[in-house]
């Protein structure tokens, strides 16, 4: 089951701060957090797995709520290059499929 | 270097054309992947897999065919082309289950157009 992502698209000036989320209805094994910028290949960021462990990537960081089986990626202090489109992955267990949300769009403006 | 290399990167047929794409990796992962990506930008799995055993296949038309002659190296052969699989197929590598969790490595992309 695909995971749903929101919101479906953010606008933000440089330097503001933003949140995207992923919640799945199924028990999660591990979230993937990937961008893809327009007409390239998606580039992996973080994975997290159950555990509720947060990981940070310079000023992109992101939590796993195994609760409520959602995620959460941080971007702080947002620069030009963060635009493009975020994808959350799920995995309900190792090895399995890795499933990707609709996508979120951020577009970081001058 | 080039990690996951997909050839070729764009591809324009007619219908009911046979085309195959290839893939290969260097980095030393044991499973490969294909997915599709629409226009909405949907990214969905196709195949995968590991150590050249399929070990995962979606409701993907028989048209479809992958093909691994090593682990390194994933092919998609596609017959009878249909308009409806005008989309960008990316693959993508990593580690199994029996080896490190890491994130998933994805190729450049082949931009098919069937017209």
């Known amino acids: 089951q695909q995971p749903v992502q929101s919101p479906q698209a953010v606008i933000l000036r440089e330097g503001e701060d933003a949140v995207i989320n992923c919640s799945s209805s199924?028990?999660?094994?591990?979230v993937h957090w990937y961008r893809q910028k327009h007409g390239e290949a998606p580039i992996f960021l973080m994975i997290?797995?159950?555990?509720?462990e947060q990981k940070g990537h310079d000023k992109i960081s992101a939590s796993f709520n195994e609760k409520k089986q959602q995620s959460s990626l941080y971007l702080t202090a947002s620069q030009l290059s963060y635009s493009g489109t975020y994808f959350c992955?799920?995995?309900?267990?190792?090895?399995?499929?890795?499933?990707f949300g609709q996508g979120t769009e951020l577009s970081v403006k001058p | 270097d080039t990690a996951v290399s997909q050839t070729p990167k764009y591809l324009v047929t007619q219908m009911g054309n046979d085309k195959s794409i290839k893939c290969e990796q260097n980095?030393?992962?044991?499973?490969m992947y294909w997915y599709k990506q629409d226009s909405k930008k949907f990214l969905k799995i196709m195949f995968s897999?590991?150590?050249?055993?399929?070990?995962i296949n979606e409701t993907v038309p028989n048209r479809f065919s992958p093909k691994s002659p090593d682990k390194a190296h994933l092919n998609l052969h596609i017959n009878s082309l249909e308009l409806g699989d005008s989309a960008v197929y990316f693959c993508?590598?990593?580690?199994?289950?029996?080896?490190?969790?890491?994130?998933?490595?994805f190729g450049s992309g082949t931009r098919l157009t069937v017209v």
């Open positions: 997290l797995l159950k555990g509720g």
């Open positions: 993508a590598s990593s580690h199994g289950p029996g080896q490190g969790v890491v994130g998933y490595t």
């Open positions: 980095l030393g992962h044991d499973t």
């Open positions: 199924k028990a999660l094994y591990s």
């Open positions: 992955g799920t995995e309900i267990y190792r090895g399995g499929k890795l499933i």
């Open positions: 897999y590991n150590n050249k055993e399929l070990i």
